[in-house]
């Protein structure tokens, strides 16, 4: 599903609530909660690479680096559920944006975390690491760098056999390949 960019954090809000309210089936959730997904499938063919959390729901590790999982079309998960807002990859579930890995400013191949939203915290100004914009490449690119938001190129299985997970890191854009770091 592709990502809309909204105006407001609110019209999220009030769509979860009404799915919630509502009792959709998984399907109709699955479809009504965008994921940061790769443009390219690789080798997941009709469900593709969203970015993900480890953990679920009250085992989530959000202290962890971000990973990108299979994308699970089937298996609604609200802590899944990312938007793109102001230049930030917001995930509502956790109040937390994605955060490229930095002291002051990230390294090619820094891992990628969720903060809060517009932090300013010891050793990591997570306020300017959480500004992406689309570049002439259509990659996400880290405002005022050269690095963009790049799944690793090897994927490995997860704990069922049948998912499947890859690195998340923030690399050049002008050496990423397209299929790894081009998002909808």
């Not at 994308?71 to 807002?85: G, N, T």
């Not at 300013?120 to 880290?142: G, H, I, T, V």
Request: proline residues 8%.
């Amino acid at each position: 599903m592709t990502v809309r960019k909204t105006t407001s954090g609110l019209w999220t809000s009030l769509l979860l609530a009404g799915l919630l309210a509502l009792g959709l089936a998984a399907e109709a959730w699955a479809q009504a909660l965008p994921q940061m997904k790769l443009s390219d499938d690789l080798d997941r063919p009709g469900e593709g690479y969203c970015i993900d959390v480890l953990g679920v729901g009250p085992s989530a590790r959000i202290d962890l680096p971000l990973v990108v999982h299979n994308c699970l079309p089937d298996l609604p998960r609200v802590d899944r559920h990312a938007i793109f807002e102001d230049g930030r990859i917001i995930f509502p579930a956790f109040n937390a944006c994605v955060t490229a890995f930095g002291v002051v400013s990230p390294l090619p191949g820094a891992a990628v975390i969720l903060r809060p939203c517009g932090a300013q915290e010891s050793f990591l100004p997570a306020d300017r690491l959480q500004k992406f914009e689309r570049n002439p490449s259509d990659q996400l690119q880290l405002a005022d760098t050269t690095l963009c938001l790049t799944a690793g190129p090897d994927a490995a299985r997860t704990f069922s056999a049948s998912d499947r997970w890859r690195t998340l890191t923030v690399e050049p854009y002008a050496t990423a390949p397209a299929a790894l770091s081009i998002w909808d």
